[in-house]
């Protein structure tokens, strides 16, 4: 809705931390994402820019109580909501920060495609995370490695994908321990464990029945 009310990107980020702090959030911050990512082509002239948020959910539940509610989201969105390459390239390390020994579906964007996050609370670029540059390739100097699918850059990259085939094309995992069976095997692993742990909070979901916003 704030892309469609402001349209352009300083805009869309002033309305979005204006409409944070009108919030008054308290404790209840982490159901707000932090950070916005725009992702465009630079070889054209007004490119498509395709926006995407990090995850808007608690990092756990109370100590003891469960595994990461942010996880469950995150598998829902690997399975019915992010293009097949991010969700791939998310695939490579989830549900744990370590990379599958036999599995690498990460990609490398082109070097004229710009993904760029801002933080929400101050309005400054954010570098990418250990995690989006092992992801996407990202050049980064920061420290910080966030839960793999957590950052604004994973949707913003892939609404670039849905828009611009020969970006996505052009950004197709090519290590020799990718495979769409593969990806395939180990998304139908993270369906049985989502389903699972789902089952064990007592919450009834059937198969692909999720919400998919407009």
């Known amino acids: 809705?704030?892309?469609?009310?402001?349209?352009?990107?300083?805009?869309?980020?002033?309305?979005?931390?204006?409409?944070?702090?009108?919030?008054?959030?308290?404790?209840?911050?982490?159901?707000?994402?932090?950070?916005?990512?725009?992702?465009?082509?630079?070889?054209?002239?007004?490119?498509?820019?395709?926006?995407?948020?990090?995850?808007?959910?608690?990092?756990?539940?109370?100590?003891?109580?469960?595994?990461?509610?942010?996880?469950?989201?995150?598998?829902?969105?690997?399975?019915?909501?992010?293009?097949?390459?991010?969700?791939?390239?998310?695939?490579?390390?989830?549900?744990?920060?370590?990379?599958?020994?036999?599995?690498?579906?990460?990609?490398?964007?082109?070097?004229?495609?710009?993904?760029q996050a801002f933080s929400l609370s101050q309005e400054e670029e954010t570098p990418p995370c250990l995690s989006c540059s092992n992801l996407f390739g990202l050049w980064t100097n920061s420290n910080d490695e966030w839960v793999y699918g957590n950052c604004g850059e994973v949707e913003s990259l892939s609404n670039l994908f849905e828009k611009e085939g020969d970006v996505k094309e052009r950004a197709r995992p090519t290590s020799p321990l990718y495979s769409d069976q593969k990806r395939d095997k180990y998304k139908r692993e993270m369906c049985n464990a989502l389903k699972n742990s789902l089952k064990e909070k007592k919450f009834t979901w059937r198969e692909g029945d999720f919400y998919i916003p407009s």
């Open 1 to 115: 809705m704030i892309v469609l009310l402001k349209g352009r990107e300083g805009e869309i980020l002033s309305g979005l931390r204006e409409l944070i702090i009108g919030l008054e959030l308290g404790d209840s911050r982490e159901l707000i994402s932090s950070t916005l990512c725009v992702s465009h082509r630079t070889d054209i002239r007004d490119p498509v820019k395709c926006y995407g948020v990090s995850m808007a959910t608690p990092s756990a539940i109370a100590p003891k109580k469960g595994p990461f509610p942010r996880r469950f989201v995150i598998a829902a969105s690997c399975l019915y909501y992010w293009d097949e390459y991010v969700a791939g390239a998310v695939l490579t390390y989830y549900p744990t920060k370590q990379k599958k020994p036999d599995y690498d579906g990460t990609i490398q964007l082109p070097q004229w495609v710009r993904c």
